[in-house]
C-alpha cells in the first residue's frame, strides 16, 4: 500500500469535513424550515444520551489500533469481537433510559426514540475497529467518499420523511441510516471475523495508554454536552433548539479548518513523540495558520450573528442569534485548542490530557450554574464562552510547560497580537448601531466592514508572510 503524506491526507480529509458540512449544512436549512424548533430540542437531548453511550463503544480501542500498526491481525480480531458485546450492552442501556428520560422531560417521545436509536449504538459499535483501521491504514481518500455518500443518503431520506410530517423521528433517521449504511460498508470492505477472547487479554491490549484517553473522553464529553441535559431540563426544549442551533454553527468554522487537519494529525505526530523540539515546532506553525483563521471567523460570526441565523434558517430561529454571539467569543481560541489533543496523543500522555478534562468540566459546570442560578440562558451561553477560552489557556499550560517542559509565553506572543485585535474589534461593533432592517442588505455591510478590518490587520501585523507560505506550500503540493 502507497503512504501518503500528512498535506495529502489533509487534503483527503478536507473533501470528507467539507463535503460532509455542506450536505449536512443544505439539509439541515431545509429541516429547520419543515420542523419545529423543539422538534430539534428533544433531538439534541436523545444525541447527548447516545453519544455519551457511544463513549463506551470506543474505550480506546481505536486510538490503540491507529498507535500500534503492527498489531495482529488475531488481535485486532479479538478487539472487534470485544466491540459487538459492548454493542449489544449499549442497545440495551439506551433502550432502558427510555422511561427515566420521559420522566426526567416529561415527554413519552422519548420511549420511542430510544427504541428506534439503539440500533444506532449497536452499529456504531461494531465500526469502531473498521474506522480505526482505515485511518492507521492512512485511507483517508476512501473515508472521505464514504462519509460524504452517508451524509446524503441519510439526510435526503430524513427530508423526505420530514416532508411527509414524521417530525422528530425524521431527524433520528439520518442517524440509524447512517450507522447502518457505515457497517454494511466496512464489512463489505474488510470483514473481521469473530474470536473467542479473554477479557484479561483485551485489558492488556488496551493499557494504561487507552485508559486515560478513555477517562477524558468521558471528561471531555461532559464538558461540550452538559450544558445541552441542563438547558433542555430548566428552560424548555424550544430554547434548547435555539441554543443548540446556535451552537452547531459555531463548531463548523472549527470542522471546515482545524478538525481538517486534526482528523489526520495522530498517525503522522507520534513519529516526533520522542524530539520535543520539533513536535513544538510542529505544533506551532499549525497554530500560528489556526490562529489568523479563527481571528476571522469569530469578528465575522459575532458582527453578523442574528443574520446569519436568519439567511440560514428562517426568522423563527432569530432568538438563537444572540447565544451565537456569546458562543462565538470562543471561536478563536477552540479553532487552536483542537490540536493540543492529537499531540497529547502523539506524546503518549493521555494522563496528561485528563488532567485537562478534569479542570474543563469544573469550568463548565460552574458557567452552567451561573446561567441556571440567574434563570438567564443568556448569561449561561456567555459564562459558556468565556469558559472556553480560560481551557485553551490551561490546556497549553499543561501540554507545554508541564508535559513538554517548553515555554507557554514564547507560544502566546506568537499569537497574542490576533486575539487583542479580534476583542478589541468585538468590543467596537458593540458601540454600533442597527445597520439595516433588510437583514441582506445588514449581512452584506457587516461582513465588508470585517473584511476590511481584517485585511487592515493582515497587512499591519505582517501576517501576509504566513498566507504567502502557505499558499506556496498548498501549490508545491
Not at 459499535?125 to 491504514?137: F, G, H, K
Amino acid at each position: 500500500m502507497s503512504e501518503i503524506g500528512i498535506k495529502q491526507a489533509a487534503i483527503y480529509n478536507a473533501m470528507a469535513k467539507y463535503g460532509t458540512m455542506i450536505v449536512q449544512l443544505g439539509l439541515t436549512m431545509i429541516l429547520s424550515r419543515l420542523i419545529l424548533p423543539e422538534a430539534f430540542g428533544v433531538v439534541a437531548i436523545i444525541t447527548v444520551i447516545l453519544g455519551f453511550l457511544n463513549l463506551f463503544a470506543d474505550l480506546g480501542i481505536g486510538i490503540n489500533v491507529i498507535q500500534h500498526p503492527d498489531m495482529p491481525r488475531d488481535d485486532i480480531d479479538r478487539l472487534f469481537s470485544f466491540c459487538g458485546i459492548i454493542g449489544v450492552i449499549l442497545a440495551l442501556c439506551t433502550v432502558g433510559l427510555a422511561y427515566p428520560l420521559a420522566i426526567i422531560y416529561e415527554d413519552d417521545i422519548y420511549i420511542g426514540l430510544c427504541l428506534l436509536v439503539s440500533f444506532v449504538s449497536f452499529f456504531h459499535t461494531l465500526n469502531v475497529i473498521p474506522d480505526a483501521i482505515l485511518r492507521r491504514d492512512k485511507q483517508f481518500k476512501l473515508i472521505a467518499v464514504r462519509s460524504i455518500i452517508s451524509s446524503l443518503i441519510s439526510g435526503c431520506i430524513a427530508v423526505i420523511l420530514a416532508w411527509w410530517g414524521w417530525g422528530v423521528y425524521a431527524l433520528v433517521s439520518q442517524s440509524i441510516i447512517s450507522a447502518l449504511f457505515l457497517f454494511i460498508w466496512n464489512y463489505t470492505l474488510n470483514p473481521l471475523k469473530f474470536r473467542r477472547f479473554k477479557f484479561e487479554k483485551i485489558i492488556v491490549l488496551l493499557g494504561r495508554y487507552s485508559l486515560f484517553q478513555i477517562l477524558f473522553n468521558f471528561m471531555n464529553y461532559f464538558t461540550r454536552n452538559l450544558d445541552n441535559l441542563i438547558i433542555g431540563k430548566y428552560f424548555g426544549t424550544a430554547n434548547l433548539g435555539y441554543y443548540n442551533k446556535s451552537y452547531h454553527l459555531y463548531l463548523y468554522p472549527n470542522t471546515i479548518f482545524a478538525s481538517v487537519l486534526t482528523g489526520v494529525l495522530h498517525p503522522y505526530i507520534r513519529d516526533y513523540k520522542n524530539n520535543y523540539p520539533k513536535m513544538y515546532e510542529k505544533y506551532l506553525h499549525i497554530e500560528k495558520m489556526l490562529s489568523v483563521i479563527g481571528v476571522f471567523t469569530m469578528i465575522v460570526t459575532f458582527f453578523c450573528a442574528t443574520e446569519i441565523i436568519e439567511l440560514m434558517f428562517g426568522a423563527n430561529w432569530k432568538p438563537a442569534g444572540i447565544y451565537l454571539k456569546c458562543l462565538s467569543l470562543c471561536m478563536w481560541t477552540q479553532m487552536m485548542s483542537a490540536v493540543s489533543g492529537s499531540i497529547f496523543l502523539g506524546l503518549e500522555r493521555t494522563d496528561q490530557t485528563f488532567k485537562c478534562g478534569i479542570i474543563n468540566l469544573a469550568l463548565l459546570i460552574t458557567s452552567i450554574f451561573i446561567g441556571v442560578y440567574f434563570k438567564s440562558l443568556f448569561l449561561l451561553a456567555l459564562c459558556v464562552g468565556i469558559s472556553y477560552n480560560l481551557i485553551f489557556l490551561i490546556t497549553n499550560h499543561i501540554l507545554l510547560r508541564k508535559t513538554m517542559g517548553l515555554s507557554v509565553w514564547h507560544y502566546l506572543k506568537h499569537i497574542a497580537g490576533d486575539g487583542l485585535f479580534a476583542f478589541a474589534f468585538v468590543g467596537a461593533t458593540l458601540l454600533l448601531p442597527t445597520i439595516s432592517e433588510n437583514i441582506i442588505l445588514s449581512f452584506v455591510i457587516k461582513l465588508s466592514i470585517c473584511i476590511i478590518a481584517y485585511v487592515l490587520y493582515i497587512l499591519i501585523s505582517g501576517q501576509k508572510e504566513l498566507f504567502k507560505s502557505t499558499i506556496k506550500m498548498v501549490r508545491k503540493k
